[in-house]
C-alpha cells in the first residue's frame, strides 16, 4: 500500500547538513499496523511525514497503490491526503478557538458537501471514540485523553484507509494511553485500517503486527 | 466554509476586537472624506445659473459720505453718473449694482414667513441689467425695470427653487410673496430665474430672493458692488483705465476691480483645501493602518503556523489557505464596516446634516466599504501568500 524505495531525506542549512533518513526501503502493507520506533531525532518522524505526503524525500520514491507521488502536484497531494490519509500527533493540534465538533469537521472542510452531512459525519466519528456528550466543548476544558481521542475522531471522520500516528500516547499516562491504543487497534481489526504509529513505548509496539527500528536515520530492522 | 470562518472569527473577538476596530474608525474616516468630496462633485454638477466669464466686480467703498444719511441725494447723484461713466465705456457691455457678490463667503441669509411657515433663502438686492450682466436666464415674467421703485408693491425675482418651495408648479408671477410685515410693501413677484447658485458650484442649491435695488429710489441704493460684463477679450490693463474714470467721477470714493473668475478660484480653495488636508491625513492614515493590518496578520498568522500545518495535513491545499486567510480577514473587515455604518446611519436618521442628498450619502458609504474592502485584501495577500507557502511538516513542527 506504502511503498519507500531507497527513501533519504537531508536537511540544510548554511553551513551544516543533516541526514535525516538514509536510504530506506519500506513496503507497508494493506490493513497492517506497524510500529516504528528508535531514539529520538532517528528520522522516526520524518519517515512518517515522508509517508503522509507532508514532506518530500531529498532522494528516493515514495508510492501509495503503485502510483509514485512524486509528480503530483499541491492539489492532487491535498486530495489524497484529504481522502485517504488520517494523521494523529502527540500534541494533539486541535484548534482551540473551535468546538469538538468543529475540530472534527476540519478535514470535511476540503470535501464538497453539506454542513448537515458535515456535521452529521463528526458526531458519528465522536461517538466512534467516546465522545458523542462532548461535542460543545472546547479543547481546554478536556482532559489530555479526551483531547486525543477528539483528534482521532478528527483523523477519521473522513474514512481514509490509512492512518499515520506521531506518539499517539506519549502525552497521556498508561491508562489513558491504553484506551487510545485499543481504539486504534479496534480501526485496524474491524475497519481494516492501516496505521504506521511511532512509538517510543515498547508495550505499544507489542501490540502491532510489526515493528520498524530505526538508528540514525537507517532502517536496523 | 463560510460557517466555519464565521465560527473562528467569532471565537476570536476578543483578539479581533482592536483590529476590527482599526477598521471601523479607518471606515468612518473614510466615509467622511468621499462623502466630503462626492458632495462638493454632486454640487459641481449641477447647473450655477449664471455665467460668471468676463464679469468684474467693482466694490465701493463710499468713505466719509458712506455713513452720511444727510448726503443721499449727492450719493444718488454721484452713483447715476458712475453708471452714465462705465456704461460709455468700449469694453463694457452690461453693468448693475448688487449687494452681494457672487462666489463671495457670506453675504445675505433671510428668513421670511410664508403661509405661516418660515422658508429661508439667500437674498440679493440688484438693480436693473443685472440680469444681463450675470446672464441669468427667466423661465417665466421680466426682471426689474426702473418704473417698478414707483409701484405700491416691492417687486421681486425669484429662483426656481424658491418658486417650487412656495408656489409649487403654479406660475408665480403676478402673486404675491410672504406674509407682509405691519407697514411694508408687499413682495410681489415679477419674474422667476434659473437656480440661482450665488455661493458658487460647490455649494448646494438653495431658495433665492432678488429685491430691487433703484438708483432712483434711497432706499435702493444699498448696493456696494458694481458688477460689469465686459467683452470677450478685454484686457487686464482695462482695470486701470475702468478705476481712473470712476474716480474721476467720486474722486473721494475708492474702487477695488476683482474678476469674478478670481473671486470663484479663492472660493474654490476656500472649499478645496480643507477636502485636500483631510483627504491627504486619511491617506496617510489608511497607509498606516494598512501597515498596521499586514504586520498584525502576519503576527496572527505566524501564532497560528501549527493550525495552518494541520490544515495543510487534514488536506487544505495551498490555495484553500490563502482563501481562508483572505475570507478571515473579510469577515473581520465586514464587522469593522457593518459597526461604521451603524454609526454612520445615525447621520440621516437622526437629520445631523441636512444638506446630504440620500444619493451622496448612499455613495459615500458604498466608495468607503469598496475602499475598506480593497485595503483589508490587499494587506491580506502578503501573509496569506506566505501562510499558503508553508510545508506541512515544517509548521506542525513550529515551536
Known amino acids: 500500500m506504502i511503498h519507500l524505495q531507497q527513501v533519504s531525506k537531508l536537511y540544510r542549512t548554511d553551513r551544516v547538513e543533516t541526514t535525516a533518513l538514509d536510504n530506506i526501503n519500506l513496503e507497508i502493507g494493506k490493513g497492517e499496523f506497524v510500529s516504528v520506533m528508535g531514539p529520538s531525532g532517528c528520522g522516526k518522524s520524518t519517515l512518517l511525514n515522508l509517508m503522509g505526503l507532508l514532506d518530500e524525500p531529498s532522494s528516493g520514491r515514495v508510492a501509495?497503490?503503485?502510483?509514485?507521488?512524486?509528480?503530483?502536484?499541491?492539489?492532487?497531494?491535498?486530495?489524497?491526503?484529504?481522502?485517504?490519509?488520517?494523521?494523529?500527533?502527540?500534541?494533539?493540534?486541535?484548534?482551540?478557538?473551535?468546538s469538538v465538533a468543529d475540530n472534527v469537521e476540519i478535514p470535511l472542510l476540503y470535501r464538497r458537501m453539506s454542513n448537515r452531512e458535515r456535521r452529521k459525519a463528526a458526531l458519528a466519528a465522536l461517538d466512534r471514540v467516546g465522545l458523542g456528550s462532548r461535542t460543545h466543548h472546547f479543547p481546554t476544558q478536556l482532559s489530555g485523553g479526551q483531547q486525543q481521542r477528539v483528534a482521532i475522531a478528527r483523523a477519521i471522520v473522513g474514512r481514509p484507509n490509512i492512518l499515520l500516528a506521531d506518539e499517539p500516547t506519549g502525552n497521556l499516562d498508561s491508562q489513558m494511553g491504553d484506551e487510545i491504543m485499543g481504539i486504534l487497534e479496534d480501526l485496524n481489526q474491524k475497519e481494516g485500517t492501516t496505521i504506521v504509529m511511532v512509538t517510543h513505548d515498547p508495550r505499544m509496539a507489542d501490540k502491532t503486527h510489526r515493528v520498524v527500528r530505526l538508528f540514525d536515520g537507517r532502517q536496523v530492522q | 466554509m463560510t460557517r466555519h470562518l464565521l465560527k473562528l472569527v467569532w471565537?476570536?473577538?476578543?483578539?479581533?476586537?482592536?483590529?476590527?476596530?482599526?477598521?471601523?474608525?479607518?471606515?468612518?474616516?473614510?466615509?467622511?472624506?468621499?462623502?466630503?468630496?462626492?458632495?462638493?462633485?454632486?454640487?459641481?454638477?449641477?447647473?450655477?445659473?449664471?455665467?460668471?466669464?468676463?464679469?468684474?466686480?467693482?466694490?465701493?467703498?463710499?468713505?466719509?459720505?458712506?455713513?452720511?444719511?444727510?448726503?443721499?441725494?449727492?450719493?444718488?447723484?454721484?452713483?447715476?453718473?458712475?453708471?452714465?461713466?462705465?456704461?460709455?465705456?468700449?469694453?463694457?457691455?452690461?453693468?448693475?449694482?448688487?449687494?452681494?457678490?457672487?462666489?463671495?463667503?457670506?453675504?445675505?441669509e433671510g428668513t421670511y414667513k410664508v403661509q405661516g411657515r418660515n422658508v429661508e433663502m439667500g437674498v440679493d438686492r440688484a438693480t436693473v441689467d443685472f440680469d444681463k450682466v450675470l446672464g441669468l436666464?427667466?423661465?417665466?415674467?421680466?426682471?426689474?425695470?426702473?418704473?417698478?421703485?414707483?409701484?405700491?408693491?416691492?417687486?421681486?425675482?425669484?429662483?426656481?427653487?424658491?418658486?417650487?418651495?412656495?408656489?409649487?408648479?403654479?406660475?408665480?408671477?403676478?402673486k404675491a410673496l410672504f406674509d407682509p410685515n405691519p407697514g411694508e410693501r408687499p413682495f410681489r413677484v415679477v419674474g422667476v430665474v434659473r437656480d440661482f447658485r450665488k455661493g458658487g458650484e460647490l455649494l448646494p442649491n438653495g431658495n433665492f430672493l432678488f429685491r430691487f435695488s433703484s438708483l432712483d429710489h434711497p432706499e435702493g441704493q444699498s448696493f456696494r458692488n458694481l458688477l460689469i460684463r465686459v467683452?470677450?477679450?478685454?484686457?487686464?490693463?482695462?482695470?486701470?483705465?475702468?478705476?481712473?474714470?470712476?474716480?474721476?467721477?467720486?474722486?473721494?470714493?475708492?474702487?477695488?476691480v476683482q474678476p469674478l473668475p478670481q473671486v470663484r478660484a479663492t472660493a474654490f480653495r476656500f472649499f478645496l483645501t480643507p477636502l485636500i488636508v483631510a483627504?491627504?491625513?486619511?491617506?496617510f492614515l489608511l497607509l498606516m493602518v494598512g501597515l498596521g493590518l499586514i504586520g498584525v496578520l502576519w503576527q496572527n498568522l505566524l501564532q497560528r503556523t501549527r493550525e495552518i500545518g494541520l490544515r495543510r495535513a487534514a488536506g487544505a491545499s495551498r490555495a484553500s489557505v490563502h482563501r481562508q486567510v483572505l475570507l478571515e480577514q473579510i469577515v473581520l473587515t465586514s464587522l469593522g464596516v457593518l459597526l461604521g455604518t451603524l454609526l454612520v446611519i445615525q447621520v440621516p436618521i437622526l437629520h445631523l446634516i441636512g444638506v446630504l442628498s440620500d444619493k451622496v450619502f448612499t455613495a459615500g458609504l458604498l466608495v468607503a466599504m469598496a475602499a475598506m474592502y480593497l485595503l483589508s485584501v490587499l494587506c491580506a495577500l502578503y501573509p496569506s501568500s506566505l501562510a499558503a507557502r508553508v510545508q506541512p511538516a515544517e509548521a506542525l513542527r513550529y515551536e
Open chain 1, 64 to 98: 501509495l497503490d503503485g502510483k509514485a507521488i512524486d509528480r503530483y502536484g499541491d492539489r492532487a497531494l491535498s486530495r489524497v491526503r484529504n481522502e485517504r490519509i488520517g494523521f494523529i500527533f502527540q500534541q494533539f493540534h486541535l484548534v482551540p478557538d473551535l
Open chain 2, 11 to 108: 471565537n476570536r473577538k476578543r483578539s479581533n476586537a482592536l483590529m476590527i476596530l482599526e477598521i471601523c474608525v479607518s471606515f468612518l474616516v473614510v466615509f467622511v472624506v468621499v462623502t466630503m468630496g462626492l458632495f462638493l462633485l454632486d454640487n459641481y454638477r449641477i447647473p450655477l445659473g449664471f455665467e460668471w466669464k468676463h464679469v468684474w466686480n467693482v466694490r465701493i467703498g463710499m468713505g466719509r459720505n458712506e455713513a452720511s444719511a444727510g448726503d443721499a441725494a449727492a450719493q444718488q447723484a454721484t452713483l447715476t453718473r458712475l453708471f452714465q461713466e462705465v456704461r460709455s465705456l468700449e469694453p463694457v457691455e452690461a453693468a448693475a449694482g448688487s449687494f452681494v457678490v457672487p462666489f463671495e463667503q457670506g453675504g445675505w
Open chain 2, 137 to 174: 436666464r427667466l423661465v417665466s415674467g421680466r426682471w426689474f425695470e426702473e418704473p417698478d421703485a414707483a409701484q405700491s408693491w416691492e417687486p421681486v425675482v425669484i429662483d426656481q427653487d424658491l418658486a417650487r418651495t412656495v408656489y409649487g408648479t403654479a406660475d408665480p408671477v403676478g
Open chain 2, 231 to 256: 467683452r470677450p477679450g478685454t484686457p487686464a490693463a482695462f482695470e486701470e483705465t475702468l478705476v481712473k474714470r470712476m474716480q474721476g467721477v467720486a474722486p473721494d470714493w475708492s474702487f477695488e
Open chain 2, 279 to 283: 483627504g491627504t491625513v486619511a491617506f
